[in-house]
């Protein structure tokens, strides 16, 4: 009897799994989840042909210690045309951002910060969050954006709206970065 009963168990398990596994995602997350690996694929190249910015900071956190920080922005170079008051029609590029990636240590851990964002419209879409649990564990939060809303937040649970802040960390990052390279205000 018992050997009955955890074969249809296991039977039960296996058709779960078949049936969730046939499934199709969502398709916003499966969107997002594509730019996030055509991004992957995008960094590889344009770091080679130099389209990445670094920024290393190193501070103090109080009870913590000593903390680097790496800023890594990485972005497409569009050149379009600039009309002059003459004119004359001059060559003008823009560098469209279209992935963050900020790293930083926290005692003896090294923690990751990941932001995306749509190189076309320069829409944030997704978040990587790595952080510490009150154990001293590492956690993965991962948080999709559509529409400028949060839309789907994955992983261990994290502060109550959460998701906001991270909204607001990427922005301030962008913001921080068409500073720097000089693009165009909207």
């Known amino acids: 009897m018992k050997t009955l009963r955890l074969s249809l168990f296991m039977a039960c398990f296996v058709l779960a799994c078949v049936a969730r596994a046939a499934q199709p995602g969502d398709p916003v997350i499966?969107?997002?989840?594509?730019?996030?690996?055509?991004?992957?694929?995008?960094?590889?190249?344009?770091?080679?042909?130099?389209?990445?910015?670094?920024?290393?900071?190193?501070?103090?956190?109080?009870?913590?210690?000593?903390?680097?920080?790496?800023?890594?922005?990485?972005?497409?170079?569009?050149?379009?045309?600039?009309?002059?008051?003459?004119?004359?029609?001059?060559p003008y590029?823009?560098?469209?951002?279209?992935?963050?990636?900020?790293?930083?240590?926290?005692?003896?851990?090294k923690l990751c910060e990941q932001y995306l964002f749509d190189p076309s419209t320069e829409q944030f879409l997704f978040a990587l969050v790595q952080d510490l649990d009150e154990l001293g564990q590492l956690v993965e939060r991962r948080y999709y954006y559509h529409e400028g809303d949060i839309y789907s937040k994955q992983g261990e649970p994290g502060e109550p709206n959460d998701e906001i802040i991270v909204m607001y960390q990427a922005q301030d990052l962008k913001r921080a970065f068409d500073n720097i390279i000089m693009n165009p205000k909207e």
């Open 30 to 90: 499966d969107a997002i989840d594509k730019a996030y690996r055509q991004a992957q694929e995008a960094i590889k190249h344009d770091s080679k042909m130099g389209n990445d910015m670094v920024t290393t900071v190193r501070y103090i956190v109080p009870e913590k210690g000593k903390t680097t920080a790496t800023l890594r922005f990485f972005f497409k170079t569009i050149q379009t045309e600039m009309y002059m008051p003459d004119e004359n029609v001059e």
């Open 93 to 109: 590029y823009y560098h469209p951002l279209y992935f963050i990636e900020r790293t930083y240590n926290v005692r003896t851990h």
